[in-house]
């Protein structure tokens, strides 16, 4: 059989289901429903699946039990967890044709997807879409299996955290669709986190920056998939798989023509941890000789902030989970090269950040976001800056009447 | 990596352990210790496994919730079972890889076997050992996923009932292994059926025509694992997976030097059902009229018997499984083009049969069985011989007492 000539192609949609999506027998039946009902649209669709709910956890604890705790080995570990996605796919495509639809399972390998042999965190080289090209011109809708590819090796690999999502924007760039749809347990991404407020809206849109930047609220997508998205351009529509409610699309700002509010959402991380160095002689190199020996006992460093040095010598202070401030101030004080006279530690303390690329190149939203925390008693511990963000470090439990005072101050709560 | 010289080679051992031996991570811990002890002599080992425990059924489960009991689509189901086998042979390989072996899996694929596309029941076609005489060179254990392979499209197949056992003796044929050691929770082959005579013996020995008679006996082997030792003169070991008690060697009878008993086993069928079609006009064609709608509705017919005619009309008998008796009277009733003047049901029935290649050309054997059967007041219904076997047809609730004669007429307790 051959390829239907490109002209005559139908638009291409992917959708992404996650595994909280796929628990049991039925809540795959109803999925199927959801893709059935898609394909009515008349679309060809591919439909990407996680493994079924808690069933990765499952072999990740026979792992465990076989090696007595100890790190299983790589290479076994990724082929063991592609099974579960092998399963949910296997039973959608089984479900669709029970019900009439003509359907057709895909395993990573079989869908063309190429990566290196970085083993529990491949990245994608490349997808040869020939066979899912030749299903979707036989008119199947094609299941592939999430998260999983093949290295040049021969041996099976898993993307890592986020993979299916992963997969599923890459097939979206590699089928050249007209977008990539994922559907989760969350129904689109929130001007901020709805416990904090209940005057968090949900955006009917946002761009790729300002999504990466939002990343760690409501959605629980993966920032890879966003900047795949973001470098190929790629729209991605975030739903929920249990209601038919609209979603969100993240897309690429340039596409949005209309004026944009300043401010699109409120970012919060209440798992902050800071550590500063008083002191620092102020020459070139501390920074890294400061940084290196965390980075060598595997301590991520978030914000980073080191003021203006006063008679030669400065503060470097920085940020790091929570869990991570004594570890950080032991590593500092055995393994620094770098002489200082204090190292001080510093805890419940939370990240409050405003997100927008209208505040791009327009004043006064740091002014207003500094003055409305001050208006609420919260003192700002550090502050950084990115283009598209104003960040303040506060403490932890004046995080609820921040969130629900920047919320009012840059009027989230109304629509674009 | 360049393979060793041939030369240099040691012997390969192909080892195969089912899923009752692979429940739980305790035992595939001891499994791996087994394996690890097999290897310790100085062999490379290639171990086959099935799926864990009840897996396998669970997943069929699955895939019957998901269609409302339909029958699945078979190239789906096939990738679906096919993970049973990807998730023991990866834990395996982590488990030794723990204990200090170095050890790894390979898919149905990655072993390169290469299978016809009869999804479900597919036949190995040829097998491409580079990869794993690869990893066998390098010193590993290899633990290969059994029961499955890859059609020419790409699709993954498997094998069907006992595939697994037929993985590892074609991958022993393969590699030229020494002999394929199948370990299952049966600790050998027995002269008959041990629930029936205290009696009964564990074989040491027993040549492949005589296991392919007695294939119904004590271990769940299939014949065709049997049939493929038989082709390649593959010598398969059987014995418990939970014990180091000796098991039984099936081997080609050629290799035997010594003497051998006449009578090594008594095989036992007790599913029995019977047709007698009375009548029948004796000309050619008429078996064949009389079996073909059955063949056509699914009926496997076992032992054919038709008497010489009398009076230019003959009875033509047969057996099948004893849930089939009714359709088949009725199929041949409605269907047959035959003519006959009766159709006689029977049930209750069972098979005996006496198997050994030492009764090829020696007279006796026969003129002993019915006799015995005779003293115990068994009637005998139908007879059928072959070269290396003789089987009687009598009544099920004279099984018992039938086997203990003649186990104890052909002194079966004696060991060779």
Tied chains: 1, 2.
Excluded: W
Excluded at 273 to 290: F, N, Q
Excluded at 305 to 328: L, R
Aim: aromatic letters at 4%.
């Amino acid at each position: 059989m051959t390829s239907r000539p490109i002209a005559d192609r139908r638009p291409v949609v992917v959708q992404k289901y996650g595994g909280s999506s796929l628990s049991t027998a039925q809540q795959i039946q109803n999925i199927a429903e959801r893709i059935s009902q898609r394909k009515a649209d008349g679309v060809d669709i591919v439909v990407v699946v996680s493994a079924m709910g808690d069933s990765t956890d499952e072999l990740i604890a026979l792992s465990d039990a076989v090696t007595n705790g100890q790190t299983p080995d790589a290479r076994e570990m990724d082929t063991l967890l592609s099974t579960g996605e092998l399963v949910s796919s296997t039973l959608m495509a089984m479900a669709l044709k029970a019900t009439g639809y003509d359907a057709i399972s895909l395993s990573g390998v079989q869908a063309g997807i190429k990566t290196d042999a970085v083993h529990g965190s491949a990245r994608i080289a490349d997808i040869n879409t020939d066979r899912l090209r030749l299903e979707l011109d036989r008119g199947r809708i094609v299941i592939v299996a999430g998260f999983q590819g093949l290295a040049e090796s021969g041996d099976i690999t898993t993307l890592g955290r986020g993979g299916s999502d992963t997969t599923a924007v890459a097939l979206a760039v590699a089928t050249e669709a007209e977008r990539c749809e994922i559907y989760t347990d969350v129904d689109g991404i929130y001007t901020t986190d709805p416990r904090l407020t209940n005057q968090a809206r949900k955006l009917a849109e946002i761009g790729f920056q300002e999504m990466l930047e939002m990343a760690v609220l409501g959605a629980k997508m993966n920032p890879r998939s966003i900047e795949l998205g973001a470098v190929y351009d790629m729209p991605v529509y975030v739903a929920s798989s249990f209601s038919n409610e609209p979603g969100t699309l993240i897309h690429g700002g340039e596409h949005t023509m209309e004026v944009r509010k300043a401010v699109t959402g409120i970012a919060v991380d209440r798992n902050v941890g800071k550590i500063t160095v008083r002191g620092v002689i102020d020459r070139p190199g501390v920074a890294a000789g400061l940084l290196q020996p965390l980075a060598d006992a595997g301590i991520s460093v978030d914000v980073i902030v080191q003021n203006a040095s006063s008679d030669g010598t400065t503060d470097f202070t920085f940020t790091v989970a929570e869990a991570n401030v004594n570890q950080a101030a032991d590593v500092l004080g055995a393994d620094s090269k770098v002489q200082h006279t204090e190292i001080v530690e510093g805890s419940n303390l939370a990240k409050v950040s405003i997100v927008g690329t209208g505040m791009e190149n327009a004043p006064g939203y740091a002014a207003k976001m500094f003055s409305t925390l001050a208006g609420i008693g919260a003192n700002i511990d550090m502050i950084t800056t990115s283009e598209i963000r104003i960040t303040t470090i506060i403490s932890k439990d004046q995080v609820q009447k921040a969130v629900q005072a920047l919320h009012d101050a840059f009027e989230l709560e109304k629509s674009e």
